[in-house]
């Protein structure tokens, strides 16, 4: 007889032990519950789980940690991991004038350098409001609470771009045991100190809650190969950054035997997962790093992490929204900028905290067909970051060019001011 449990009441380890015992027993679940209440999942899982290396039964327990005051940065490195879930501070709905800077080198310089890109973020938003009010008006019909939170999120859009990525913030992440244990076991070798003192802070408080999960043995040679691959293979710097680029694997001769799905799929519809065994897409494009923080979520698609230097230059949609006397002081700083970040005397990593997240980063993305379809089409709408849409928009034509047996539901239009940006909040009803 068909039965239907949720158990929502229990610890994950509890309810990862519930699980693991399908594998082992035909009882009911009914029973497994009772198990665990009798003899709790302590045993089981340090015996199962870390002593016999059934790591699947650590896939069957999740958690959720919320991590506060590090940098964008450190934010970002916890990120950069295929299964990652959780929510982070938004620098395009959020007035960040107030958050504390991470400043590893500390000195007189480096203070002064984040001194002026914070002083231009604060200063510029309030001459930047009614520039905006002037070239966004309110129209007949629309709400004016509403479209003031529009011109706010639009300032932040545009500010964001001068915020430092030693900036603070706080995210959420939800992962399951396994998954917490191999991300934080690499990134507590991450070149970036912030990163590896999060990372053993993490793994610390996790032991404390879940002792018999994250009892792992300490194996040398585990850690030596984990150290060199943090050491080499952090950050993807390729020596001759494009533009843009499109390239993919797919033959179009295949993609012709599913024509009806392919050309009959409705607006807002993923294409089926068994599509992405036809072939890969790969974009690579040069993006700022404040909007390649809005992409870098997309977990069905390979990318790595970039190193931010300031060589790619700053994206030009940030000063193009300036007004003139304001968008002549932003040149000027960023030049300014540029130098003394260049004088900091010290490496490329740690100079990524004093360069605002305008610059531009190199993104190389590769993933299946439907994962290309659905990145496109949702960051072609006129809420996502403009600099980003931007990209969006020749992914579009990328794909049309070279895959045009591919139906596609873009937003296309080349006005990029939407007042619904005022209603992408959360507030008291």
């Known amino acids: 007889m068909k039965k239907i449990f949720v158990y929502d009441e229990f610890g994950p380890e509890d309810s990862a032990m519930m699980q693991a015992l399908y594998s082992r027993s035909p009882q009911s679940v009914e029973e497994h519950v009772e198990k665990v209440r009798q003899s709790g999942s302590g045993k089981f899982m340090s015996t199962f789980y870390v002593g016999y290396g059934h790591s699947s039964i650590a896939d069957c327990g999740s958690t959720t940690i919320f991590i506060e005051g590090i940098s964008i940065l450190a934010d970002k ?26 400043d590893p080198l500390a000195n007189e310089r480096s ?42 999120a639009r300032c932040f859009d545009i500010m964001r771009g001068f915020l430092p990525t030693g900036i603070t913030t706080q995210l959420s992440w939800h992962t399951n045991l396994r998954q917490a244990w191999d991300k934080l076991a690499l990134m507590r070798h991450h070149p970036l100190k912030e990163a590896r003192e999060i990372a053993e802070e993490i793994l610390e408080k996790l032991k404390v809650k879940y002792e018999n999960s994250f009892s792992h043995p300490n194996y040398p040679e585990q850690e030596a190969y984990r150290a060199e691959m943090a050491e080499k293979y952090s950050y993807f710097a390729p020596e001759n950054p494009q533009e843009f680029k499109f390239y993919s694997d797919i033959k179009r001769e295949e993609l012709k035997k599913y024509s009806e799905l392919l050309e009959n799929r409705p607006i807002k519809t993923n294409l089926p997962y068994f599509i992405g065994d036809l072939g890969n897409c ?39 929204q300036l007004p003139e006397d304001l968008r002549s002081e932003a040149e000027k700083l960023i030049q300014e900028q540029k130098t003394a970040v260049d004088q900091l005397g010290t490496g490329p990593e740690i100079k990524q905290y004093y360069i605002a997240m305008g610059f531009n980063v190199f993104c190389k993305f590769t993933c299946p067909l439907p994962s290309a379809v659905y990145i496109t089409e949702l960051r072609s709408g006129k809420t996502v970051h403009p600099s980003l849409r931007r990209v969006a928009h020749k992914m579009f034509h990328a794909l049309q060019d070279n895959l045009p047996e591919v139906a596609m539901h873009c937003d ?18």
């Open 282 to 320: 790969t974009f690579e494009f040069l993006l700022d790093f404040g909007s390649y923080r809005d992409i870098q979520r997309h977990r069905s698609a390979n990318n790595r992490m970039p190193l931010l230097t300031t060589e790619l230059g700053f994206q030009a949609w940030y000063l193009e």
């Open 111 to 152: 203070g002064a350098i984040l001194k002026r890109w914070m002083d231009f973020y604060i200063g510029g938003q309030e001459r930047l409001k009614p520039f905006l009010i002037e070239k966004y008006p309110l129209k007949e019909g629309e709400d004016e609470k509403v479209y003031l939170k529009a011109i706010n």
């Open 412 to 429: 296309l239009d080349l006005d990029d001011w939407d007042v619904r940006r005022g209603l992408h909040d959360i507030s008291n009803k």
């Open 77 to 102: 490195i916890i990120q950069d991991w295929p299964l990652y879930s959780g929510q982070e501070t938004s620098t395009r709905y959020i007035d960040m004038a107030k958050q504390a800077i991470v």
